[in-house]
């Protein structure tokens, strides 16, 4: 099992330009969602999502769409980069409902950098 | 709105000494406190986590001991190793609201040789 994968590692944008960052997981979770890390900050939560067609707004949702078409993937998307969107961001994955202990499983984040 | 305030911000501790890293809630609705380790260039790893039937948690080296009438909880590392060097968040959520997780803001862990 690969876990969680993200990809790009790195990437530098200029404000106003456009991009997704790709998470994938070959774990059969059900919840997925995104975070920023930001210095002093700790990890927020972006978007989340507890099933394919199912997403939803955490604590800083502003700038950013997510979609869920499948169980497998949840991209992230900057539709205008703005500097304050300049962070690392994680994905993570774990179970829902029953099953779930509540363990989230990250991936090794994407690196963003907003010129 | 900062829902899990964590203290102190870094650490450092000589080798074999004693950790211990405090956070505190607002939420008394939250019943699962679980504690992340993270590495440099590596994502967060679940270390260990408590439920509030009790008031402490063991494995290995490391300890959470929770005081729900404080609304604190607290991460001890004994014995501490270089290898421990790390950055460390807690974290609260409700099981009733599909786990989302609330950070603390972490706390840099440096163990000296």
């Known amino acids: 099992n690969a876990g969680v994968t993200q990809t790009p590692k790195f990437q530098v944008l200029k404000t106003g330009q456009s991009m997704t960052l790709q998470c994938a997981q070959d774990?059969?979770?059900?919840?997925m969602s995104w975070y920023r890390q930001d210095p002093g900050m700790g990890l927020r939560l972006i978007h989340y999502?507890?099933?394919?067609?199912?997403?939803d707004q955490g604590e800083v949702p502003n700038g950013y769409n997510v979609s869920r078409s499948t169980t497998e993937d949840f991209p992230l998307r900057l539709l205008s980069a703005a500097p304050s969107q300049t962070s690392v961001y994680f994905c993570a994955s774990r179970l829902e409902g029953g099953l779930s202990t509540g363990e989230l499983f990250f991936g090794e984040g994407s690196r963003l950098t907003v010129l | 709105q900062q829902q899990v305030k964590q203290s102190p911000q870094s650490l450092i501790v000589q080798k074999g000494g004693i950790s211990i890293i405090n956070c505190a809630y607002e939420?008394?609705?939250?019943?699962?406190f679980p504690w992340y380790q993270q590495f440099p260039g590596k994502g967060p790893a679940l270390l260990i986590a408590i439920r509030p039937d009790v008031s402490e948690k063991k494995e290995g080296r490391f300890t959470i001991s929770f005081n729900k009438s404080a609304k604190q909880f607290s991460l001890h590392i004994m014995d501490s190793q270089p290898g421990d060097s790390a950055t460390y968040f807690c974290?609260?959520?409700?099981?009733?609201?599909?786990?989302?997780?609330?950070f603390g803001s972490g706390t840099r862990l440096l163990v000296r040789p």
């Open positions: 999502s507890v099933g394919a067609g199912i997403t």
């Open positions: 939420n008394t609705a939250f019943d699962y």
């Open positions: 774990m059969n979770h059900e919840y």
């Open positions: 974290a609260a959520s409700c099981s009733d609201s599909s786990y989302k997780l609330i």
